[in-house]
């Protein structure tokens, strides 16, 4: 069985910056593509970014992109979403997701393992 367990989530002020971790256990990631999605209420969960565990680079969402970096530290399974110069229409509730694939997705019905999710909120 695989578990996700996201941390990191809080509250910060518009333009402030926070860090969510994702770490994996039950199995091995090194062939696995790593996600973020989001949702807010009343919204459909949507993509925020993905990497291969063997890319150099993350692939992002347009409404993120220049302000969020997603990485990982395989020896540790685990995967991050730096997030930088948050707004507040970047409040939501972030999910960590995996893939049992080396090709990164933006689709959310492609991730087969999925963490509880961890709050972010920012205020104006």
């Known amino acids: 069985q695989v578990q996700l367990v996201e941390s990191g989530g809080g509250l910060v002020q518009a333009g402030g910056s926070l860090r969510l971790s994702c770490a994996a256990s039950g199995r091995t990631f090194s062939r696995y593509a790593m996600g973020w999605f989001r949702q807010s209420p009343g919204k459909e969960r949507e993509f925020v970014a993905a990497r291969s565990w063997s890319g150099a680079n993350g692939y992002y969402a347009d409404s993120v992109k220049g302000r969020f970096t997603i990485s990982r530290d395989n020896a540790k399974n685990t995967v991050y979403l730096q997030m930088d110069s948050l707004k507040p229409e970047d409040t939501a509730v972030y999910y960590c997701?995996?893939?049992?694939?080396?090709?990164?997705?933006?689709?959310?019905?492609?991730?087969?393992?999925w963490g509880q999710g961890t709050q972010v909120t920012v205020s104006s």
């Open positions: 997701a995996a893939r049992t694939s080396v090709v990164i997705t933006t689709t959310k019905t492609e991730y087969n393992y």
